[in-house]
């Protein structure tokens, strides 16, 4: 369950704070609807429950805070928004990536592909789907590890009719697993038809906490809506009749020639105007609101009219009884008929007399009535209560939609489970190969003119490095594929929806540091061959002789790829974007490498000679197959200016970072 206590987010300004002071409890085995109007504070709510906005209170998650959790996506699912993905990856290469986050077995994607209706997309483009796909996979993200609690925020905004009671009917289907539903709405009648408790909230602040029985007897109450040209007439006999009756009946013009009537039945309100001759367009029951935030259910009056069936029960919901009046079909519905027989008796016996009032919120206390766009004309919309036959009420409800069956998450050893996700992310998008491609062919070109003007010496040649460039283009995609390795998570952050912000893991950045290695060296190698090889069918064997020294070479090479490489990755994470993680690379060349260049060429008095061979006196070990030359080559590389830049450039970020994730943690 879900127990919020004292929520109260930081004011801004001399404004009061959008959230104040707000407790409640969702319970598992039942739908919690946090009802309000817009800008009443749902969202901010449920972010200080899910620690994403800084505030006071407290929220326990099966008696457990969210940061006290160590693995949040496991016990809270979170819908907010759309879905936090890649536009160019796939339906099912993003589920598999969460797979892999969230250590679940990675068949668990098609099943979860299969529940919400997605196997024919699967291959389709995130950045392609519509909206109610979109809220389609943003449930099956929320899902997929198997939480216990859901947390959607206006997870129905923008969908049909009948998207919205398939959506409601998954949230049914997992609360009578046991699991615990919190979803936020501003449409009464939505929480009425999806929800077992409705939790109100008004400025901010709770102004109610109750059943969806005594929600819908505070909240909602019946009405007759009238169509009429005599509108003023029709009103005036309305209220002299219900005066000489000694009854309340409240009547409102909302302008035009529509009436809506509280208090009152279609059988009076018909009889009176037949009796005096008044001509009726429209008669039908319906059910009203009380407070702000009242309209139809979303998509409810376009498709009605279009599909008759579009309307009727999904999962546990209610009936759509005329124009939007709410009958509830289904033994597990918290209000039956008889409640809803109740609401269509004449409220107020013990007040006498009768009110007209204009359709103005002011005049009605506040309260806002429904607009004309409530009702939509058609024969069927007058049938009222008659809808609620004993036929209607026997039927047996409609079966529950299935979900997967749960799974025992088997957490795979630490350094497994980010680096299956790392190659996941980067593999899933086609950014990586074409900024491969595009190292390659300019590299390629490069290499081709250098040669042909001259002056170039060969190991510059192969690593197409003009001299008036501060890096090769090689060193330049390197780092622009480990500035993305952080970049795309900032931008698109999969691994956010319940954190807030991409977790600063060292298990997720040695992953990012392993994978952006790799990628690297493989992008140094397939540069150097095909600049060697372009080079041989240009200008012959000449140029593609291998140099003497072709070791230290090569460690410098795969050094300066791999340095520049994990200089983005490192400035990507601290700095939360891909364009400062390609400004770090850029400024070793351009900022660092001349200090260390003035640093090292200041006059000294003694220097490094003979390092090796102290080593191996001091250590006492001989080194094996002349390991002395491969350190004494590792250290001219650190010697060079580039190198020596790198070097200093990577621990500074390296520091930065850690002291970055351990003042997170300590948060």
Known sequence: MIQAFG??????????????????????????ALLGATGAGKTTALRLMLELEQGRGLTYFRGRPLHRIAHPS?????????????????????LRMLCAAAGVPVRRADEMLEVVGLVSLRDERLGTLSRGMDRRLGLACALLPDPHTLVLDDPTEGLSTRESHWLHGML??????????????????????????????????LVADQEVTEFARTRLRPRVTVRTPHAARLAALL?????????????????????????????????????HGVLVHQLADEIGDMGPGAGPFPGEAAEAAQDPLAGATGPETGELLGDGALGVAGPEMRGGPAAHDDFASPSGSHVHGARVMPADPEAHGGQ???????????????????????????????????LPPPISVRSAPSPLRPLRYELRRAAGIGTGFLTGAAVLVTSALTAVLLARVGHTPQARLLAAWPRELPLPPAALGAGLLGALAFGDEFR???????????PRRLGLLTAKLVVAAVTALALAFFVVGCDA??????????????????????????????????????????????????????????????????ALDGGSVRAA?????????????????GGERYLAGAVRVVAQPVGGALTLSLTALLCAYLLTALRSRVR
Not at 184 to 193: G, W
Not at 248 to 257: A, F, L, P, T, W
Request: proline residues 7%.
């Open 533 to 598: 090889e372009v080079l041989y069918l240009v200008y012959g064997r000449e140029l593609t002789e291998v140099p003497a020294d072709w070791l230290s070479l090569s460690a410098s090479w795969f050094g300066l790829v791999v340095g520049c490489a994990w200089a983005g990755v490192l400035a990507a994470g601290i700095f939360r974007s891909t364009t400062a993680g390609l400004a770090a690379v850029v400024s070793v060349p351009i900022l660092v490498v001349p200090l260390v260049r003035k």
């Open 609 to 625: 000679a003979g390092l090796p061979a102290r080593l191996r006196e001091v250590l006492l070990l001989q080194w094996p197959f």
């Open 172 to 205: 049914r289907a997992h609360a009578a697993q046991g699991g615990s539903v919190l979803f936020t709405t501003s449409e009464p009648k939505e929480a009425a038809r999806a929800a077992d408790h409705v939790v109100t909230l008004e400025q901010g602040r």
């Open 368 to 402: 806002m009535p429904h607009s004309s766009r409530d009702t939509h004309s058609g024969p069927a919309e007058g049938s009222g209560h008659a809808a609620l036959s004993p036929a209607t009420a026997s039927r047996a409800p409609v079966p529950l939609s299935p």
């Open 7 to 32: 929520l109260t987010s930081n004011s801004r300004k001399d404004l009061p704070p959008a959230v104040d002071d707000v407790s409640f409890e969702a319970r598992a085995g039942r739908v919690t």
């Open 74 to 94: 496991r016990e809270v699912g979170v819908l907010m928004g759309d879905v936090p993905g890649h536009p160019a990856r796939t339906v099912r290469g993003h």
């Open 239 to 275: 209220a002299k009749e219900a005066r000489t009756a000694h009854r309340s009946v409240e009547v409102v013009q909302e302008g035009g020639n529509r009436l809506s009537v509280y208090g009152s039945t279609c059988a009076d309100v018909g009889e009176t105007a037949f009796r």
């Open 492 to 502: 698109h952050p999969a691994l956010a929806a319940d954190r807030g912000t991409v």
